[in-house]
């Protein structure tokens, strides 16, 4: 019932850029933080950036700051992930999330829902 679906990975040029989308369906986004996480081959997922349930607040892990924009759409039930200047090492499983709690963006993975990810590939 409760269900976070990304979309818009693929394979893209160093240097290129890439629209992530998350979907959320079974429950209003309004009342949620939003988180878009990261995981590459062999390396722990990571926190890549947060947006506050109002849009007011966001956060940026030090690798993607001025790369990456994250925004959301509540009248639409959706959160994106704007990627520019992409570099090989952005090559990675990308989640999204839903945090309830405090309706605080995070950069950990204190998060009640997640979705199933979507592949990011950069390279030439």
């Known amino acids: 019932q409760l269900q976070l679906v990304e979309s818009g990975g693929g394979l893209v040029q160093p240097g290129g850029s890439l629209r992530l989308s998350c979907a959320a369906s079974?429950?209003?986004?309004?009342?949620?933080?939003m988180g878009w996480f990261r995981q590459a081959p062999g390396k722990e997922r990571e926190g890549v950036s947060c947006i506050s349930s109002s849009g007011g607040s966001t956060k940026y892990a030090d690798s993607v700051k001025g790369r990456l924009t994250i925004s959301r759409d509540n009248a639409k039930n959706t959160v994106y992930l704007q990627m520019n200047s992409l570099k090989p090492e952005d090559t990675a499983i990308y989640y999204c999330?839903?945090?309830?709690?405090?309706?605080?963006?995070?950069?950990?993975?204190?998060?009640?829902?997640w979705g199933q990810g979507t592949q990011v590939t950069v390279s030439s």
């Open positions: 079974g429950f209003i986004l309004d009342y949620y933080a």
């Open positions: 999330a839903a945090r309830r709690r405090d309706r605080i963006c995070v950069l950990s993975d204190d998060y009640d829902y």
